[in-house]
């Protein structure tokens, strides 16, 4: 019985780390969607200028950071972070910059590829003969690790996740 009882707890700690970082990956996945379309709508929401400042990506930074505290309870400033990348065009078509940026406080996100690595299959030319501004926000947090990292032989606890979005 005691076997059986041990076994039954080790089940519902691995479910529970689990459905802990659905969760999480869930709330980053609205985070990030909403950070993108914010840096899109910049033009509206910051002026003319097309040139994200760094205090217009701090101020994005703080609204997900203060978002995500009234979401989860045991939210910590140290354990989140944010990458934020725009590309933009030249107007003949050609690739013109990457703009990569990470947040200054918590932890440093990172993927696998950037976003002018796989700009290629997501450039959309407009009605007007030109592509468009390629936005991308990644956000991470580091959660608690119960059972899953220990079961898997390393620190599974970094939750992320990225949101594309094409500009005006």
Same mark, same amino acid.
């Given at each position: =019985?005691?076997?059986?009882?041990?076994?039954?707890? &080790? &089940?519902? =700690?691995?479910?529970?780390?689990?459905?802990?970082?659905?969760? &999480?990956?869930?709330?980053?996945?609205?985070?990030?969607?909403?950070?993108?379309?914010?840096?899109?709508?910049?033009?509206? $929401?910051?002026?003319?200028?097309?040139?994200?400042?760094?205090?217009?990506?701090?101020?994005? @930074?703080?609204?997900? *950071?203060?978002?995500?505290?009234?979401?989860?309870?045991? @939210?910590?400033? *140290?354990?989140?972070? =944010?990458?934020?990348?725009?590309?933009?065009?030249?107007?003949? #078509?050609?690739?013109?910059?990457?703009?990569?940026?990470?947040?200054?406080?918590?932890? !440093?996100?990172?993927?696998?590829?950037?976003?002018?690595?796989?700009?290629?299959?997501? /450039?959309?030319?407009?009605?007007?003969?030109?592509?468009?501004?390629?936005?991308?926000? !990644? $956000?991470?947090?580091? !959660?608690?690790?119960? $059972?899953? #990292?220990? /079961?898997?032989?390393? #620190?599974? !606890?970094?939750?992320?996740?990225?949101?594309?979005?094409?500009?005006?």
């Amino acid at each position: =019985m005691s076997i059986v009882s041990m076994a039954f707890v &080790m &089940m519902l =700690m691995f479910a529970g780390d689990l459905v802990a970082k659905i969760s &999480m990956k869930g709330k980053l996945d609205r985070l990030s969607f909403s950070a993108a379309s914010v840096a899109k709508e910049r033009t509206q $929401l910051y002026s003319e200028d097309y040139k994200m400042s760094n205090q217009q990506l701090n101020d994005i @930074y703080d609204v997900m *950071a203060k978002s995500l505290k009234r979401t989860y309870t045991n @939210y910590s400033q *140290a354990d989140f972070g =944010m990458l934020y990348e725009e590309q933009t065009y030249s107007t003949s #078509g050609v690739t013109n910059a990457l703009v990569t940026w990470n947040s200054t406080g918590g932890i !440093t996100c990172s993927v696998s590829e950037n976003l002018s690595q796989i700009e290629s299959n997501l /450039a959309v030319t407009t009605s007007w003969g030109r592509k468009s501004t390629l936005y991308r926000v !990644t $956000l991470c947090y580091e !959660t608690e690790n119960w $059972l899953i #990292g220990f /079961a898997l032989g390393s #620190g599974f !606890t970094r939750v992320t996740s990225s949101s594309v979005i094409l500009g005006r």
